[in-house]
């Protein structure tokens, strides 16, 4: 071959490689740039592969079509400048198009933003696939294995793509500047397959207007009356916030987490660190029955349980999280301080299948934004729960359920499900808008009496409702609206849809909504 075919040939291979690269982006970080305000549940998730699976099937007919026309390098220049700048603009594109739908009840919301926002570039994209394939089979007279090479090229990019961008480049970068680089690489791309007047035209509008249309412009603030964020981080395991609220008129701020626009921690801001939210004391005080015993806690969070947990004089405390982000902004901002925790990066479930040693507490505060993970209450997780209990141990969970009596109910079914692998469960329920519910298991009768005063801590102690919460505490947990929960038929998010729906809904009504109109800072 001359040379001139050998880098045609090589400029194609690099087309595919990167056309299979920035369509995997564009379906995972396309979602994660609307998750902060429609989440991340099941539902949502299902709705944007559906929507990015669609978009493919659209596109590859797209470019079957066009793969017979004459002029297919040209063809080809276009798709890729054009979803270049529609990939450009999509940080600033989500955010007119949240607000645009703003309106709408949250799928409905979630699925129109989806269908606007990814189904062009992936389109696009797509189309360049057969007519790459058309060009290596011309090349080779081979079109089988023009296709296979095509596909195999195109998926070993998607593969790099989501290794490269989950584990390095959004958690040090951001969403935005990632969608930004592909743009450019896509419309210099361009300009080495055709050289034109039109096409020189052309690049130099898209470059003009991804750099002045971009989600990191001016009109973007971090600061709003008296609150200000602190720290924005973006990565594939979702989006944290650290929001500080002042109240100069009494002399107090709030420091807020959140995750996914579902605030996670709230503290009082100042040398005592109280949470703002009751169910941490409670978890913190019923913890006092495993006193200077060994104890584990699933879900970092903002660190207001783990924090509490370190004050008890605990003999030992394993903390463990998912998201190794936690806990330097738990130490950072909320003023976590480590003492005798060890730090576990590692899911709940995995951990429990390997960990090698055995404990007598176990706290579980693993809501991640607004869902409950399906995979870790099941009767198999709890069956491995047990191996690494003592028999006297206690379980404490955290949940939130939106009380409906005609409805099977989450939290009955962590109870039944629990019940059925052998343990006693008792309930504390605080009443309100979405029921905060404290789960308490344990393999042997627990005496709250031992639950007393003396025994909390500071910031415990001095909530105004602990002596009501001392002389009620937690009751048998009824399970007559309770499922099995298993394995093979994971249904807790199911069970819980509604809950999550309306909670989703609360935060946007009263938090992102406002913070959209005002236009304040919403992805990095």
């Not at 029921?435 to 007393?452: C, H, L, P, Q, T």
């Amino acid at each position: 071959m001359t040379k001139k075919i050998v880098d045609k040939y090589l400029i194609l291979l690099l087309v595919i490689l990167i056309e299979g690269a920035f369509v995997m982006e564009v379906e995972l970080l396309g979602a994660k740039l609307i998750s902060p305000f429609y989440g991340n549940s099941f539902k949502m998730w299902t709705a944007v592969i559906t929507i990015s699976i669609l978009a493919l099937t659209i596109g590859y007919f797209i470019g079957g079509f066009l793969s017979k026309r004459q002029k297919k390098l040209e063809i080809l220049s276009f798709l890729l400048l054009f979803s270049g700048i529609w990939i450009g603009l999509m940080p600033k594109l989500s955010h007119a198009l949240i607000e645009l739908n703003l309106e709408m009840d949250l799928f409905t919301g979630a699925i129109r933003t989806s269908i606007f926002l990814l189904v062009i570039p992936i389109v696009l994209l797509s189309s360049t696939t057969p007519l790459v394939t058309q060009l290596f089979s011309d090349a080779e007279k081979n079109g089988a294995q023009a296709v296979g090479k095509v596909f195999a090229l195109s998926t070993l990019g998607g593969v790099v793509s989501t290794i490269i961008l989950g584990f390095y480049v959004v958690p040090l970068f951001g969403l935005s500047i990632v969608f930004v680089s592909s743009a450019i690489i896509l419309l210099v791309l361009s300009l080495f397959i055709k050289r034109g007047i039109v096409n020189y035209f052309l690049f130099g509008i898209g470059v003009i207007l991804v750099f002045n249309y971009n989600s990191f412009s001016a009109d973007i603030s971090e600061k709003f009356g008296n609150s200000e964020f602190l720290s924005i981080e973006e990565g594939m395991m979702g989006q944290l916030k650290v929001l500080e609220d002042r109240y100069p008129q009494v002399d107090t701020s709030y420091r807020t987490l959140i995750i996914n626009g579902i605030p996670q921690t709230i503290i009082i801001n100042d040398e005592h660190a109280s949470s703002f939210w009751n169910y941490v004391h409670k978890i913190s005080a019923l913890s006092t029955l495993k006193r200077n015993k060994d104890a584990v806690l699933f879900g970092m969070g903002g660190g207001s349980i783990a924090s509490e947990l370190t004050k008890m004089g605990l003999n030992s405390l394993t903390i463990v999280d998912v998201d190794a982000r936690m806990y330097d902004i738990s130490e950072k901002y909320f003023y976590f301080k480590k003492g005798n925790s060890n730090l576990v990066v590692d899911d709940a479930r995995h951990f429990i299948k390997t960990a090698t040693r055995k404990f007598d507490l176990a706290v579980f505060d693993v809501c991640s934004g607004e869902v409950q993970p399906s995979n870790v209450f099941t009767i198999e997780g709890i069956s491995d729960l047990d191996e690494i209990l003592n028999g006297d141990a206690i379980v404490l969970i955290q949940y939130q359920e939106l009380t409906n009596e005609s409805k099977k109910s989450g939290s009955q079914s962590l109870c039944k499900t629990f019940n059925k692998a052998g343990y006693h469960t008792y309930v504390d329920i605080e009443k309100g808008e979405i029921d905060n519910i404290i789960i308490v298991a344990s393999k042997k009768y627990v005496n709250f009496k031992n639950v007393r005063k003396e025994n909390l801590n500071r910031n415990d102690s001095i909530q105004p409702w602990m002596d009501a919460f001392l002389s009620n505490l937690p009751k048998k947990a009824d399970t007559k609206r309770g499922v099995l929960l298993c394995d093979d038929k994971p249904q807790l998010e199911i069970l819980n849809e509604e809950t999550i729906m309306h909670w989703r809904n609360n935060i946007n009504l009263h938090y992102n909504i406002p913070n959209i109109r005002q236009k304040t800072v919403f992805v990095k």
